[in-house]
Structure formats: C-alpha cells, structure tokens
C-alpha cells in the first residue's frame, strides 16, 4: 500500500512543480505589461493553470482514496479466508444416513459445543449453515433443512452424534 501512495505522492509532486513552474513564467510575463487587458488576459490564464493543478490534484487523491478502499477490502477478505480455512478444519464429512452426507464438527473439537451438522453445498461456499430437524419422519426417516440453500437431507436411522458414521 506504500508503494502506490509513494506513486501518487511522485504524481502530486510533478504537478505541483509543473504547476510552480508555468505560474512562474506566467507572473515574469506580466510583471512587463502595462496594458490592463493584457494583464487580465494574463491573470486568466494563471487562473486556467491553477485550476487544472487543482483538478489533478483532485484526480490523484481520489484515486489513492479507491485504491486505499480496495486494499483495504482484499485485506478482509483474506482474514475472511484465513479463519474460514481455520474453522472448516474442525469440520469432517460423514454420512448422516443412506444417501445424505453433512460436515459435522470432529470430535476433539466439540468442547462445550453441542453436535450438529452443517450443510454440504453451504460448506462448500465458506458458509457455515446448520442442518436443521424439521420434527418429521417421513417414512423410517427423519427431515433436516438447511435455512440458507433449503436442502432437505433425510437421516436413517436417528442420528447418533457420537457415533463415527
């Protein structure tokens, strides 16, 4: 982030200078005319200079302003990343009856924590959602339901979170 504040503070610099540099000979010139329409003439475009070195200016700032936002953005998103990567760690994928998969926390891992599953296809995306019992049976098996991607796994026979399916 340095090296493109250092960029924008070179570009800064040369404007200003360039900017010093043409207001120079712009004040000697008029320092010769004793015609007032000529002076003002020469006061306009002192003024046409100025303001294009402030519009730069302005330009570069604004532009070291959305890098800053956007560096700033990459930084969380990888934090983001990193604790993701750290959480999906102490998270296995087992079976939770025939045909349904889900992530469920490792055992070492649970502490205080109470079992659950997470869902899959949520898993897969960097998000931690939960699977969630429906309270119906259907047939010999009971529904979960995943809130956020509205999956519906079945689970045969009743879960046995202790188990390591």
């Given at each position: 982030?340095?090296?493109?504040?250092?960029?924008?503070?070179?570009?800064?610099?040369?404007?200003?200078?360039?900017?010093?540099?043409?207001?120079?000979?712009?004040?000697?010139?008029?320092?010769?005319?004793?015609?007032?329409?000529?002076?003002?003439?020469?006061?306009?475009?002192?003024?046409?200079?100025?303001?294009?070195?402030?519009e730069?200016?302005?330009?570069a700032?604004?532009?070291?302003?959305?890098?800053?936002?956007?560096?700033?953005?990459?930084?969380?998103?990888?934090?983001?990343l990193?604790?993701?990567?750290?959480?999906?760690?102490?998270?296995?994928?087992?079976?939770?009856?025939?045909?349904?998969?889900?992530y469920?926390?490792?055992p070492?891992?649970?502490?205080?924590?109470?079992?659950?599953?997470?869902?899959p296809?949520?898993?897969?995306?960097?998000q931690?959602?939960?699977?969630?019992?429906?309270?119906?049976n259907e047939?010999?098996?009971?529904?979960?339901?995943?809130?956020?991607?509205?999956?519906?796994?079945?689970?045969?026979?009743?879960?046995?979170?202790?188990?390591?399916?």
């Amino acid at each position: 982030m340095e090296e493109i504040n250092d960029v924008i503070v070179v570009k800064l610099n040369r404007t200003v200078a360039a900017f010093l540099r043409q207001s120079n000979t712009i004040a000697k010139a008029m320092i010769n005319f004793r015609d007032a329409d000529a002076f003002r003439s020469k006061c306009i475009e002192l003024q046409n200079v100025a303001l294009e070195a402030l519009e730069r200016a302005i330009a570069a700032r604004e532009a070291q302003t959305a890098q800053t936002d956007r560096i700033r953005a990459l930084e969380a998103e990888v934090a983001h990343l990193k604790s993701w990567n750290a959480e999906r760690e102490n998270y296995e994928l087992k079976k939770c009856g025939e045909g349904s998969i889900a992530y469920m926390l490792k055992p070492e891992k649970r502490g205080s924590e109470p079992p659950h599953w997470l869902c899959p296809n949520c898993f897969a995306t960097g998000q931690k959602s939960f699977l969630i019992s429906t309270g119906k049976n259907e047939g010999r098996a009971w529904s979960y339901k995943c809130f956020a991607c509205g999956a519906m796994p079945s689970c045969w026979p009743t879960p046995q979170w202790d188990r390591t399916a």
